[in-house]
């Protein structure tokens, strides 16, 4: 296969947050990067609705609250905590039903140790996510009340359908899209398509789409960029954006395999150049036409049928997201080190290279097991299970995955997994029924560590190349996994110790105080705990502080 290349495309990307890294893939595919911004992320007037709902939840009013984006929860947390004591906040959200769109509000929440009992799968719609919520909860829908956080504008479709379901759904907006505050780079990029200076289009979000279009409203052309675009190579992150550019008559070339920026760029770069030489050519050939035939009727050679589904791209090969056709050697160790070096907690560092092993190698499932005790323990997935992740465990030996923990070999099956005579069926893991699977150990200072799965549901035979990388990165992940296990270990170790400290000293000035045995103090405590719904720790806090206050005003 020839390697992926823009071949001099002046290629247009709309990203606000990660323009550097977009500017930086189309640049190493080849291209010639226009990055303008549409987008801007801003607080909205008023945090009552927000408000209202966290008081509603600390009263026990819902049910179950849907996270839509990962900066969503983080945005409403730090709403929440200028009212509200957060943990009080954090510690009523674990206690109702979770669900999550995609893997983005899936980490965040993990990170607050918030469990999650749904997570759509991709492309991670909103149809995904209704979906993976009918099946879940099924007719127990009715009787929820439901919360939905939302992000940048409202998303009528799923909300009319989900209050269709529900008892009560309340909308709790965080924050909204707005235009950039300098809309001249934008203003000259639809120029800029106008007047043919654009090949490649990349839209990576709905939002991007319509702000497009709201400025070309503002200058006047939005009829004449509507024609441009069916001129140029128009790609769609995935069913979201592609439904927003039907709505304004523009059908996207395609979609790329997964709705990941990586592939996205990686796929326009091994086709943008043929298809826009396709519609070159059936543009020329409609204006000959029309020269010959002056009474032909071509009127309809730009025309697209919005209403047929978009084609999505084959699997992509191992050369996904710049592994081979662009990026250096260098480029893939700074990838892999900068999505690890950046995170500080096991789980966050799991979600990155579980992240980054299924950009660059095409696969349905994604397991990351870490080796506790004798006991393989899942603690990421691609797809992430909550209701798995940090509870299945598999002895060393045990299945496939125990075979290659034990063995430190990797195994690559390409057909019959179940045959295998290694293989041992587990009746918890949904992605347990494949055909084929890549297996390498994690180690780290001549031991293993851990284990990374890959598996797929049709047979996949993976090349020499495939398992090299696998086992490359199993290498280069194993010190980092072992690193941040052991901190989460040690700052679990400290802050039990720090609350142990706290909680004695606590008790000692309700001895002396009240004249209290330890056992009643602590007992009081404990009482204390339960009813104010706060850990021991802060109740402990609670009593120093007021102990340090009295000192203070007493001059003792």
Request: hydrophobic share 40%; glycine share 6%; aromatic share 6%.
């Amino acid at each position: 296969m020839a390697h992926a290349s823009f071949k001099g495309l002046r290629v247009l990307s709309l990203e606000s947050r990660r323009a550097k890294e977009v500017e930086k893939l189309i640049r190493t595919y080849g291209g010639e990067a226009i990055v303008v911004p549409a987008m801007r992320e801003v607080s909205l007037e008023s945090n009552a609705e927000a408000l209202e709902f966290a008081e509603g939840l600390l009263r026990g009013e819902f049910d179950l609250v849907v996270f839509m984006t990962g900066v969503g929860v983080r945005t409403m947390l730090n709403i929440v905590q200028t009212r509200f004591d957060g943990e009080e906040f954090l510690d009523a959200l674990r206690k109702v039903k979770i669900a999550a769109r995609g893997a983005k509000p899936a980490t965040a929440l993990r990170e607050l140790k918030v469990p999650l009992d749904v997570v759509s799968e991709e492309p991670s719609t909103w149809r995904e996510l209704l979906r993976a919520i009918d099946e879940t909860y099924g007719d127990s829908v009715s009787t929820m009340s439901i919360a939905v956080q939302e992000y940048g504008a409202s998303n009528p479709e799923f909300l009319a359908e989900l209050s269709s379901r529900s008892r009560r759904l309340s909308k709790v907006p965080v924050y909204q899209w707005a235009l950039p505050e300098d809309l001249q780079p934008l203003r000259e990029s639809v120029l800029g398509l106008l007047n043919g200076v654009i090949d490649v289009v990349l839209f990576m979000t709905a939002v991007q789409v319509i702000h497009m279009f709201q400025v070309a409203e503002q200058m006047g052309v939005a009829e004449q960029l509507r024609g441009a675009l069916q001129s140029v190579v128009v790609l769609s992150i995935g069913p979201t954006t592609s439904e927003e550019l039907a709505h304004y008559g523009i059908q996207p070339d395609f979609e790329p395999s997964r709705p990941k920026m990586g592939f996205l760029v990686n796929e326009a770069a091994q086709y943008a150049g043929r298809l826009l030489e396709e519609k070159r050519n059936r543009k020329i050939e409609a204006v000959f036409s029309e020269s010959v035939e002056p009474d032909a009727d071509v009127s309809d050679v730009d025309e697209i049928d919005t209403q047929k589904p978009v084609r999505r791209v084959a699997a992509s090969t191992p050369t996904m997201a710049g592994f081979r056709d662009g990026l250096m050697q260098i480029d893939f160790l700074h990838e892999i080190s900068s999505r690890i070096a950046a995170a500080d907690s096991l789980h966050l560092v799991l979600d990155r290279i579980v992240g980054f092993i299924s950009s660059v190698i095409p696969c349905d499932s994604c397991f990351v097991y870490v080796l506790e005790g004798e006991n393989l323990v899942m603690r990421a997935s691609k797809n992430p299970h909550a209701d798995l992740v940090d509870q299945v465990g598999i002895q060393i030996g045990q299945g496939v995955t125990g075979w290659v923990a034990k063995y430190r070999q990797p195994v690559a099956i390409a057909s019959g997994a179940s045959n295998d005579p290694r293989f041992k069926a587990f009746k918890n893991i949904p992605e347990d029924h494949f055909e084929a699977m890549l297996c390498t150990p994690i180690t780290c200072a001549g031991r293993v560590v851990g284990v990374i799965n890959l598996q797929h549901r049709l047979s996949y035979k993976h090349t020499t190349h495939e398992v090299r990388l696998l086992s490359t990165l199993g290498y280069l992940v194993g010190a980092e996994i072992e690193r941040a296990r052991l901190e989460t270990e040690n700052s679990q170790l400290s802050n039990r110790l720090e609350t142990r400290k706290a909680v004695d000293r606590a008790k000692s000035i309700l001895q002396r105080d009240l004249s209290l045995s330890e056992d009643d103090a602590y007992q009081m405590m404990h009482k204390e705990s339960r009813q104010r719904r706060k850990s021991m720790r802060e109740i402990a806090d609670a009593i120093l502080l007021s102990e340090e206050l009295r000192r203070v005003q007493t001059g003792s």
